[in-house]
């Protein structure tokens, strides 16, 4: 099966914190990559999937920042066109608010959460303890968003579209134990029951390149 042609989505606008986006885009296979905030665009007719990454903005700086509602006027052409699409964090949350959800800013949770996990595809092989680092949550999904995971403080914990191939999670999958030191100088990451060797969370993306492989593949027969 080939490898698909994905693009990553950089939403990061502090060059300090971009090192997640980085570390993202080193679990996908040979990612495009685009700045949003900078304005660059995706180029939907190579895409075969998108991902959208984080932010250390919200989406509620629409205000101050005009690519936001730029992103969700993607985001609504993306499910129109059915191009299979993940977001992450800022991503989750930003998919929510473009299709009719709400978000709030409620303070900042950076530590291992045990999660429940519905049955679907993009959480094959995953281990219910994830690592999160956000300040911002989904308060009402929109209506086109099942909710697929949640966890004990946040109920829309990750989303998945009604119809069209469309995910998102609030955690961040591409955190590791190479990202421990700078979460806990930066956010304060504790760990208490769990830490980052019971977590294996990288394997979403492993889950969502299959996806949108075996989409491509059925789409060229």
Do not use: K
């Amino acid at each position: 099966m080939t490898a698909p042609a994905l693009t990553v989505v950089r939403n990061e606008v502090d060059s300090d914190c971009a090192y997640h986006c980085d570390a993202l885009a080193s679990n996908v296979s040979g990612p495009l990559e685009v700045d949003y905030p900078a304005g660059e665009r995706p180029d939907l007719e190579a895409a075969d999937g998108i991902v959208l990454t984080g932010s250390t903005a919200g989406v509620y700086e629409r205000d101050d920042r005009p690519w936001i509602d730029e992103q969700e006027e993607l985001v609504r052409e993306l499910v129109e066109r059915e191009i299979p699409t993940l977001g992450v964090c800022f991503g989750h949350q930003i998919v929510n608010t473009a299709l009719g959800g709400t978000v709030e800013h409620v303070g900042t949770t950076c530590r291992p959460v045990a999660v429940e996990f519905a049955d679907d595809p993009l959480f094959e092989g995953v281990d219910p303890v994830v690592p999160v680092a956000h300040g911002d949550v989904v308060t009402e999904p929109a209506e086109e968003m099942d909710v697929i995971a949640a966890a004990d403080y946040y109920p829309a914990f990750a989303t998945r579209h009604h119809e069209a191939p469309l995910w998102t999670v609030q955690f961040h999958p591409e955190f590791t134990a190479d990202h421990r030191e700078r979460l806990a100088s930066e956010y304060d990451w504790t760990e208490d029951e769990y830490g980052f060797e019971a977590m294996n969370a990288t394997r979403v993306f492993e889950n969502f390149e299959r996806i949108v492989a075996e989409r491509s593949a059925t789409a060229e027969l």
